[in-house]
């Protein structure tokens, strides 16, 4: 199939995913969004969100009308990281013998990931990174396509191990979870407390979705999109030439390279499920919150203003 093929199939395909997902999930369209475009580009994603918000039911019914295999962990403060990846037993022969654990898989839900140990952390994270993991001195590639979704709970932050900024910087996006409207919270109640069960159907298969990540990378972005996307993440730099005021004032630390990369990547993404063959500036600015906001720390003077990130990124764009 040619490439404009491909992106017709594709924008095809993704309505009809969401018409998917939309049986079970009510609302929270900006949130599968950005979750499809991790997916679709090769990213991680992390979902902040109080609880009840049908996170973990969220990504069960994406891997679902993706078609891929799905595991949840839940994240403890007692949860090793041979709980995550496996470990080597003796068999009845006496050998070693490689168990696997959750973590091969192609969608992995980390529930709240900021409950376990910075050493539980970073068992994952070098799942995420390399998609591939050493037990023993042996490499295991994990199967592809590999999706991680950690989810983290805002408000208790009693027994929490924050992640750091250099993993946080892993994900390819934040995406926050708000309460539904008034209209869609009465559709979830009629829908949740009767005998009505919908059936999700898997539209793609694990080989289709690496090929759209290969047709991702292959769409071509014009020299000037790809500098306002520099230029954007270079402005996030308090000690940065480009650095306005309100970053000077308000933010410690910016965004590093991996977040250019990341908005040209979505950008990309964003383009192509809504039809078009290469990103410009508007699809830049469609992803900007979700990439920037947990690649920016703020100041007390920020947090004392009450002044967010988004604040922050809205004065930016």
Known sequence: MSDVKSVEALVDKYALLRKEISKVIIGQDKVVEEVLISIFSGGHALLIGVPGLAKTLLVNTVSKALGLDFNRIQFTPDLMPSD????????????????????????ILADEINRTPPKTQAALLEAMQEKSVTIAGKQYQLAKPYFVLATQNPIEQEGTYPLPEAQLDRFMFSIF??????????????????????????LFTAEEIVEIQQLVRKVPVADNVVEYAVGLVA??????????????????????????????????????INGKFSPDIENVQAVAYGILRHRMVRNYKAAAEGLTEEDIIKELL
């Open 84 to 107: 995550i990846l496996g470990a080597e037993i003796l068999d009845e022969n006496r050998n070693f013998k490689f168990i696997k654990g959750p973590v091969f898989s192609n969608i």
């Open 177 to 202: 979870l708000d309460y539904p409207s008034f209209q869609e919270e009465v559709e979830v109640v009629k829908n949740t407390t009767t005998d009505y069960n919908a059936e999700v159907n898997s």
């Open 235 to 272: 402005k996030t730099r308090p000690k940065g030439p480009q650095a306005p005021q309100i970053i000077k004032e308000y933010i410690d630390w910016g965004a590093g390279p991996r977040a250019s990369q990341n908005l040209i990547l979505a950008a990309k993404t964003h383009a192509l």
